[in-house]
T-cell receptor, first 111, second 112 residues
Framework: KQEVTQIPAALSVPEGENLVLNCSFT??????LQWFRQDPGKGLTSLLL?????REQTSGRLNASLDKSSGRSTLYIAASQPGDSATYLC??????????FGAGTILRVKS | EAQVTQNPRYLITVTGKKLTVTCSQN?????MSWYRQDPGLGLRQIYY???????DKGDVPEGYKVSRKEKRNFPLILESPSPNQTSLYFC???????????FGPGTRLTVL
């Protein structure tokens, strides 16, 4: 059974810092991996999708990497802003369109 | 606008009173799923559908039913809700296994 771990569980940083959020998963038989952000009490917003054959994907200040064989993914956020404050979730996708979620990293960026 | 919609967004009900949460997507997606989100347990898949009339159980299907009579709709049915089904529910859809998954805004359900 797939298990997803996200480290750190929480992070508080001053504005402008570059951040690294880590995600590890136990079963490498995945189609892809998706990173989401969730604001308190709100829905999930997709940030990046990395296919299992890809190593990296970029969107603006966000960069995600994937090492499927070792079961790791990293989300890099450059020049963090207060608007980046949210919970960040990683989710590898399995058969049945099933996303398996980690517990998330709660990010707070202080102005 | 491409989106997944859910209704109602908030619902308070009592034990045993049947309810349906509707989900609709306008992106012509094949795959649809339901998830529930609970503090400390994260998001877990309830049911999924890979096509019209094709549905299957996810990780926590007990107490729920679904149907997929049309491609765009995937309602979640609670025949006899219980307090342990109090949760935040999300509907999701994607084009196929390799595509991004899009989530609806969520339905906050409280069962008294």
């Amino acid at each position: 059974k797939q298990e997803v771990t996200q480290i750190p569980a929480a992070l508080s940083v001053p504005e402008g810092e570059n951040l690294v959020l880590n995600c590890s998963f136990t079963d490498s038989a995945i189609y892809n991996l998706q990173w989401f952000r969730q604001d308190p009490g709100k829905g999930l917003t997709s940030l990046l999708l990395i296919q299992s054959s890809q190593r990296e994907q970029t969107s603006g200040r966000l960069n995600a990497s994937l090492d499927k064989s070792s079961g790791r993914s990293t989300l890099y956020i450059a020049a963090s802003q207060p608007g980046d404050s949210a919970t960040y979730l990683c989710a590898p996708k399995e058969y049945g369109n099933k996303l398996v979620f980690g517990a998330g990293t709660i990010l707070r960026v202080k102005s | 606008e491409a989106q997944v919609t859910q209704n109602p967004r908030y619902l308070i009900t009592v034990t045993g009173k049947k309810l349906t949460v509707t989900c609709s997507q306008n992106m012509n997606h094949e795959y649809m799923s339901w998830y529930r989100q609970d503090p400390g347990l994260g998001l877990r898949q309830i049911y999924y559908s890979m096509n019209v009339e094709v549905t299957d159980k996810g990780d926590v299907p007990e107490g729920y039913k679904v149907s997929r009579k049309e491609k765009r709709n995937f309602p979640l049915i609670l025949e006899s809700p219980s307090p342990n089904q109090t949760s935040l529910y999300f509907c999701a859809s994607s084009l196929d296994d390799r595509a991004s998954v899009f989530f609806g805004p969520g339905t906050r359900l409280t069962v008294l």
